[in-house]
């Protein structure tokens, strides 16, 4: 397979508040490709959104990231590539800045909060596509309709100039990818993108998104909390658990054979259509943990059914290659990788 | 246990209007049909659920039979302690009191709805301090025995809200809302604001409870997975009306209106093996102050005919027990989502609920 786009290593964001360390992300590494979709995926707290915003370097204070890398594979202009080092650049400098919205297209799930309520759209968008490229304004703006054209706005020459709450969520997540594929961007980083929709605007986002990819070759990372949605859309799939990446690996791996007890256990919760009516769904014991109160050794010990005491409470287990891309991190499959010859 | 013969609610031409009002005088120049003749019934020890995307009228609906709005018109009676059948829509604020005992709210948040200053002892315990029981130690004793019953340790009866997690607080809720003895509870997305782990034991619990209680639950909800692990029957709602009823098994297995099939074919199946060819539904839920004429689901539905552009369908009665109001139900062969087969549910006092139509 080709060189990844981007690539996490072992990325560490925390957050030193008045008292404590949270460790919002601790060691998560993945690897995206062009043309494919990585799924990010973990309920609350598990980190999946604060490793978005490192990669786009807006970790707020009192966060920061205290250790491992975020390779980006940047083209130059003469079509040469060079990697860069995300953590390593100052996170307001003139590069990064270039490549938050430009390199990289952002995505949110409230479009209403990330579209400014005091501009049109149009405006917005032509500010977009001038700011990543040099086109007068009446180019930025026949290029702005062919935008919204192409993410399936109706009328776009007349909804330019509509505010964004004169639109339907549908369409206001519409005008949301638009806007991020203003800087033509190689990754598309969507964080939650249909979670405030219903179900329906929700098929026709996914379409959208899945037509984009196949139509521009775009690296999508895809970071929810719903696992249909995973199942959907993604091509590798990351399982986050309190700060870290438990299992990752293809998405029919992750899905038939999971090999974390958490994965396995998160599959088996969710409530399916496919489920026989008034069927009891299989829990996880417990609740996911406060922030300050993380659990020592692997963070998901005291809610899993085969944890053994005196091993998982005590040690951080380390990542074992299950797969040429499946990895979990979990003692009960680093104990027989070990003792296998 | 020996319950009353029919249904503990029955919901006829339930309509909810509000006025869109312009200008100085503040004239009402047009209604939005919030609920729009809805009708249905819950038995004893039954769940229904309303599904719809948002605006659909679910939640107006589920309002207008607590009260907390009242109908435009419609009526909604409701079988009292003594077995007589009261109509809550049109009964006047002070007598609704001893009503209000019997059907209770679930809420979706479990932040929002707990008042952060009491303790889960004086939570739990207020409505019965309300409702007459003035000594403490009954009321402690009660609540512990409701805290139990949740499955909240009783020790933590002192403790605030804000020491518990999302899905503790949900609980705390549901024990607050079974504390006198309800028949009906209505809960509002009672799970969505849950994580997965999480919204799994509330699911149990409230399946549970039921059982143990006799509960009857009118389930309001946006997921259908979620609803099709609670519930006997599910109503589909579209622009404030029910466009179809049916057994749970029935309705996601051969849906008969258009618009449930969409909805059914939209829900992302965790397994990247069934990715399906779903149908995409077409532009936008319809305005409910400026609905299209005829079927307000024709200018979206991939089998609309002239017909269903001149003319309002009605909900009848296709196969037994099941309803939908679209013209051509009979003549579809609508998609449902393939489960694997098995016998279907018992549903109590079916049998003697047919008001659908």
Known sequence: MAEPILEVRGLKTWYHPDEGVVRAVDGASFELFEGRTLGIVGESGCGKSVTARSILRIVERPGRIEGGSILLRRREPDGSERLVDLVRLPARGREMRRIRGGEIGLVFQEPMTSLSAYHTIGNQMVEAIRLHGRFSKAEARARAIELLRMVGVPHPEARIDAYSFELSGGLRQRVMIALALAAEPRILLADEPTTALDVTTQAQILDLLRRLQAERGLAVLLITHDMGVIAEMADEVVVMYLGRAVERGPVDAIFHEPAHPYTRALLRSIPSVLARPRERLATIAGSIPHPYGRPKGCPFHPRCESARPGLCDRAVPAETRLGPRHVVACFLHAEAAESEP | ?357
């Not at chain 2, 609920?35 to 659909?56: H, K, M, Q, R, Y």
């Not at chain 2, 007589?84 to 009503?99: G, H, S």
């Open chain 2, 1 to 357: 246990m020996s319950a009353p013969a029919g249904p503990l609610l029955e919901v006829q031409g339930l309509k909810k209007y509000f006025p869109i009002r312009k200008g100085l005088l503040r004239r009402v120049v047009g209604q939005v049909k919030a609920v729009d003749d809805v009708s249905f019934a819950i038995a004893p020890g039954e769940t229904l659920s309303l599904v719809g995307e948002s605006g659909c009228g679910k939640t107006t609906t589920a309002r207008c039979i607590l009260r907390a709005i009242k109908p435009t018109a419609g009526t909604i009676r409701f079988r009292t302690e003594d077995g007589r059948a009261v109509d809550v829509a049109a009964l006047p604020r002070a007598e609704l009191r001893p009503l209000r005992r019997r059907m209770q709210m679930i809420f979706q948040d479990p932040f929002g709805s707990l008042n952060p200053r009491m303790t889960i002892a004086d939570i739990v315990g207020e409505p019965l301090l309300v409702n007459g029981t003035r000594d403490a130690r009954e009321r402690r004793r009660r609540v512990a025995e409701l805290l139990d019953m949740v499955q909240l340790p009783t020790a933590s009866m002192n403790r605030f809200p804000h020491a518990f997690s999302g899905g503790q607080r949900q609980r705390i809720g549901i024990a607050r809302a079974l504390a006198l003895e309800p028949a009906l509870v209505v809960a509002d997305e009672p799970v969505s604001a849950l994580d997965v782990s999480v919204q799994a034991q509330i699911v149990n619990l409230l399946l549970d409870l039921q059982d143990r209680l006799g509960l009857s639950y009118l389930f309001v909800a946006h997921d259908l997975s979620v609803v099709k692990h609670m519930s006997h029957r599910v109503a589909v709602m579209y622009v404030g009306r029910i466009v179809e009823l049916a057994p749970t098994e029935d309705l996601f297995a051969r849906p008969l209106h258009p618009y449930t099939e969409a909805l059914l074919s939209a829900v992302p199946v965790p397994d990247p093996r069934r990715r399906s060819k779903r149908i995409v539904l077409e532009g936008e839920v319809a305005d409910p102050s400026r609905p299209p004429p005829g079927c307000a689901f024709h200018p979206r539905c991939r089998w609309a005919v002239e017909r269903c552009r001149r003319e309002v369908p009605a909900l009848r009665e296709i196969l037994p027990g099941r309803a939908a109001r679209c013209h051509r139900a009979e003549e579809l062969a609508l998609q449902g989502v393939a489960a694997p087969s098995h016998e279907p549910t018992a549903v109590p006092g079916i049998a003697s609920l047919r008001s659908a139509s």
